[in-house]
């Protein structure tokens, strides 16, 4: 059983920041490279989550007296960060949640936050690649939004750090929402509404600045736990079937699942190569286009597993369709290529009864999610 699971709380965002830390997913040796995997898996499974949170102050935003939002932290999710510069109002999020899903960030007014990260499908997108404007594809899959406040990098391939960072850059993608900065500026300035709310929030007209913390702030609202592996971990234990429960046991222990997928959110952050998508003529390079390290070749973020079920296709490019595929591909120690994480070569042989534990485990990681419906817009 892992030790330290975190209840149920509510934390208060404005005014204060609270703060969480949790390790168990190997740190210094995930950051240099080295990596015992057994050892890993055990401070997984019986080492203490260390969960701890305290309240520093933050800096008042410019604009209207703002209302305090209070942050629902579902069942096993820890404790939220909010950056200082940024914290939480109950307007700031509303304004957001406008900016999210208003299609005339795009160039051509048909893109939004919401097209590739729909609410209808657990933020994420049941495509293999997104579609920008003038159906152009990408080539990387749509990552569920869902507890992405949580990760220590954005994007598969870690290119920036905050949810602020991640906001404006789809906006400026040439085969996303294709449309300068400053454009979308002048268009959301000529739209009342939205100056408005810009004033009453941050005390200026329509800024980059300013959308991207809107969003952002909408964003860290997206959370999703409570789910059965949660209500289980809690005490009930009748939350999870036997097979889930067998392969519970098989994720934390034989399968090394937890090396890389650490409770409470399932990610340790790492960048790891698992061959997907090496035996193209071209390979993403992943990681590596952002380090310029040929270490990080071919390796890409580790994807949370919470809700994991509800997000196919999978991998940075899509190219697994199921859930069960995704377990056989894992199990299966990946596909060989030049940079292969050790830990692959290290997995151990699974029979086909705890493939299908492992997925009923996975399934019992779906857990509530928020209710979003479309805003009216300005």
């Known amino acids: 059983m892992l030790e330290g699971f975190c209840e149920g709380s509510r934390v208060e965002v404005v005014g204060t920041a609270r703060r969480g830390s949790a390790s168990c997913d190997g740190g210094a040796s995930a950051r240099s490279g080295r990596r015992n995997p057994r050892s890993v898996c055990a401070l997984s499974v019986v080492g203490l989550l260390v969960l701890s949170a305290w309240s520093v102050p933050v800096s008042a935003q410019p604009g209207a007296a703002a209302s305090a939002l209070e942050v629902e932290i579902p069942l096993g999710l820890p404790a939220l960060s909010i950056p200082s510069d940024n914290p939480m109002t109950v307007e700031k999020v509303e304004l957001g949640k406008m900016l999210y899903f208003d299609k005339r960030l795009s160039a051509d007014d048909t893109i939004a936050c919401a097209t590739c990260h729909d609410p209808g499908a657990a933020f994420a997108e049941h495509k293999a690649v997104s579609e920008g404007i003038k159906g152009q594809k990408g080539e990387r899959n749509a990552p569920t939004v869902l507890n992405a406040a949580y990760h220590p990098s954005q994007f598969w391939d870690g290119r920036v750090k ?14 996303e929402m294709g449309i300068k900065l400053t454009d979308v500026v002048a268009k959301l300035n ?16 329509v800024t980059a600045e300013g959308i991207a913390k809107a969003i952002a702030a909408f964003e860290r609202t997206l959370l999703s736990g409570a789910s059965p592996y949660d209500r289980y971990m809690a005490g009930d234990k009748k939350a999870l079937g036997e097979a ?20 409470p959110t399932f990610s340790n952050g790492a960048f790891v190569n698992a061959g997907v998508g090496t035996e193209q003529e071209k390979p993403d390079e992943g990681r590596k286009k952002v380090s310029g390290s040929d270490a990080d070749w071919g390796s890409f973020r580790v994807p949370s597993l919470r809700n994991v079920a509800d997000t196919a296709p999978y991998t940075h490019n899509g190219s697994i369709a199921t859930l069960e595929e995704m377990v056989a591909f894992m199990a299966g120690g990946g596909r060989p290529n030049r940079n292969l994480n050790l830990l692959f070569k290290a997995m151990p042989k699974l029979t086909a009864a705890e493939k299908e534990d492992l997925v009923a485990f996975l399934r019992s990681l779906s857990g509530e999610k928020p209710k979003v419906a479309s805003p009216k817009l300005p």
Request: net charge negative; glycine share 8%.
């Open 162 to 175: 905050t949810l602020e960072e991640q906001a404006l850059m789809p906006i400026e993608n040439p085969i």
């Open 190 to 205: 000529a739209i009342e509404g939205y100056r408005r709310a810009f004033e009453k929030v941050f005390g200026t007209e």
């Open 244 to 263: 889930a429960k067998r392969g519970l046991e098989l994720f934390t222990g034989k399968a090394l699942c937890a090396a890389c997928h650490t409770p």
